[in-house]
């Protein structure tokens, strides 16, 4: 029950992150933790979005049709994109942009808590 709220949420944010890359990618770049000008930086953005909101669907199709195993894999490995968001902010702004790597990081073990708690089946 707890797993399926919480693949819930997790599709519903990822498809929010996905419709924001798209409405307002500039705004989406500095939550993100690298803000962009030009429109090269913004269709980066944008591609980032295409991948959060397939990464929603996945997660939503799963859940629909009650494949757990594949539910809680494809949010497992959904944490590894928060975790390669991390380093690369990390790596490009360091410590100058707390908020941001604290997002990246909370998503991703919250992530690894919600396949834990689907692959329990709670």
Not at 47 to 52: K, T
Not at 110 to 117: C, H, N, S, T
């Amino acid at each position: 029950m707890f797993g399926s709220l919480f693949s819930a949420l997790v599709a519903a944010s990822f498809l929010g992150l996905g419709a924001g890359a798209l409405v307002a990618p500039r705004a989406l770049s500095e939550t993100y933790g690298l803000p962009v000008d030009g429109p090269t930086g913004i269709a980066y953005v944008r591609a980032l979005g295409a991948r959060d909101a397939i990464l929603g669907l996945l997660i939503a199709a799963f859940l629909v049709r009650g494949q757990r195993d594949a539910l809680a894999t494809t949010v497992a490995l959904s944490s590894l994109v928060g975790a390669s968001d991390f380093v690369t902010v990390a790596g490009e702004r360091g410590t100058a942009v707390p908020l941001s790597l604290a997002i990246h990081g909370t998503g991703t073990l919250g992530l690894l808590a919600v396949a834990a708690l689907v692959r329990a089946d709670v």
